[in-house]
């Protein structure tokens, strides 16, 4: 049996997966000999006139991008034989988040932070062109067999989202994944994608859902009503720096999510080694001796619950810890008696200049036989140099 062929170049093998709105193959390139990915998107899709131009526009800026953490889309079109629209795209040899999820629950937190920080790379490229996912889900969201992560099927969703023939099912298979703004039948912008990155990692961690919705209604109500569980009190190796992070995405108010893409996977990475969300762009506007001493501390407290030392490398230091902290005290009031011996210095000086002004007083009046006698009469002691002085003025004036 002859293999079904795509715009006469493109040879049909297995099928990789399929959806309510299209079927992903694995296919050959014959004119360039090369594996690739051809989705094949629903038939009854041809027949809406607004969906063929809006996937047209869309085909062609997802093509655009090029990225290493981006499925790169390599043709698109519609078969004349058959009248399907078709998208060519990188063949990712490995496992897709939706399949993790399946065949292991959840994913350790390092493993799920290393896939979200690629997705975010991917996305803020998107973003800065002008391209948002507006589906991003576990299910397009590629990881190869040497670990890179790619996100798939950008503006398929822009594309059918308005489609007067769009399946209910496909939406609600989503539901989960949408943000706020997206269940209330708003435009979704980046932050969208940023909300929906924030499911993912949620999930991915926790083996959960924040919300279970079998309905935009329902999920919308359980947005507005409830707050999903915390990360750090359903996972133990999840601190509360990483749930505050996660947090910030799933933030119902766009305006309180992350800025970009770029900015959630850095809080992410950071929220992981005990840095709350924010804490770098404040450290930042501190000087480096600042921002060393308010990070560090953080860090400690931080890891100390995941602490393995034995007893003895968490006990106090003996001695010669606290003899260091006595000797430092009297630096700490070392001030005070720098200031009490200058004004003791200049006691002392004002004292020399008088005796000396006396002594110059008594040798120019004083007859010429006269004995001046001369003694020193510098002391550290206030009272003793007054003392001396006298007893000097004294027996040069007899």
């Given amino acids: 049996m002859s293999r079904v062929?795509?715009?006469?170049?493109?040879?049909?093998?297995?099928?990789?997966?399929?959806?309510?709105?299209?079927?992903v193959h694995l296919a050959l390139d014959l004119r360039l000999e090369?594996?690739?990915?051809?989705?094949?998107?629903?038939?009854?899709?041809?027949?809406?006139?607004?969906?063929?131009?809006?996937?047209?526009?869309?085909?062609?800026?997802a093509a655009r991008l090029?990225?290493?953490?981006?499925?790169?889309v390599f043709d698109s079109g519609q078969d004349e034989r058959t009248g399907q629209y078709f998208i060519v795209m990188e063949y990712i040899e490995g496992s897709s988040c939706a399949e993790i999820l399946r065949d292991e629950g959840w994913v350790e937190v390092d493993e799920a932070l290393s896939i979200i920080e690629q997705a975010c790379e991917g996305l803020h490229y998107a973003h800065r062109h002008g391209v948002v996912h507006r589906d991003v889900k576990p299910g397009n969201l590629l990881r190869s067999r040497e670990g890179e992560v790619k996100l798939a099927d950008f503006g398929i969703a822009k594309a059918t989202e308005q489609s007067s023939i769009t399946q209910v099912g496909s939406v609600l298979g989503t539901a989960a994944y949408?943000?706020?703004?997206?269940?209330?039948?708003e435009e979704a912008g980046p932050s969208a994608d940023l909300y929906a990155l924030g499911v993912v990692t949620y999930q991915l961690i926790s083996g959960r859902l924040p919300y279970e919705a079998t309905s935009l209604t329902e999920l919308a109500?359980?947005?507005q009503q409830e707050e999903p569980p915390r990360l750090d009190s359903l996972v133990a190796a999840v601190g509360p720096e990483l749930s505050e992070a996660v947090a910030m995405a799933l933030a119902l108010d766009t305006h309180d999510r992350y800025k970009t893409a770029l900015e959630m996977g850095h809080a992410l990475s950071n929220g992981a080694r005990g840095i709350p969300p924010g804490e770098p762009s404040r450290a930042a506007r501190t000087s480096p001796r600042?921002?060393?001493?308010?990070?560090?501390?953080?860090?400690?407290?931080?890891?100390?619950?995941?602490?393995?030392?034995?007893?003895?490398?968490?006990?106090?230091?003996?001695?010669?810890?606290?003899?260091?902290?006595a000797a430092q005290a009297p630096a700490a009031t070392s001030p005070r008696a720098r200031r009490r011996s200058s004004r003791l210095l200049v006691a002392m000086?004002?004292?020399?200049?008088?005796?000396?002004?006396?002594?110059?007083?008594?040798?120019?009046?004083?007859p010429a036989p006269t004995k001046v006698v001369l003694r020193n009469v510098v002391y550290t002691d206030?009272?003793?140099?007054?003392?001396?002085?006298?007893?000097?003025?004294?027996e040069n004036t007899q």
């Fill in 290 to 325: 600042t921002q060393a001493t308010s990070v560090l501390p953080r860090a400690r407290r931080a890891s100390a619950p995941a602490r393995t030392d034995p007893p003895a490398a968490r006990r106090p230091r003996p001695g010669p810890s606290r003899t260091a902290s």
């Fill in 66 to 72: 090029v990225h290493p953490n981006i499925v790169q």
């Fill in 349 to 366: 000086l004002a004292v020399l200049v008088l005796a000396l002004a006396i002594v110059a007083v008594v040798v120019l009046t004083a």
């Fill in 5 to 23: 062929e795509i715009a006469g170049r493109y040879r049909l093998d297995s099928r990789l997966g399929f959806g309510g709105m299209s079927t």
């Fill in 34 to 61: 090369r594996q690739v990915a051809v989705k094949l998107l629903a038939e009854h899709l041809a027949d809406d006139p607004a969906f063929v131009s809006r996937f047209q526009r869309e085909a062609q800026a």
């Fill in 178 to 185: 949408l943000a706020p703004e997206q269940a209330r039948g």
């Fill in 221 to 223: 109500l359980k947005q």
């Fill in 382 to 394: 206030v009272q003793r140099a007054s003392s001396a002085l006298k007893q000097l003025v004294s």
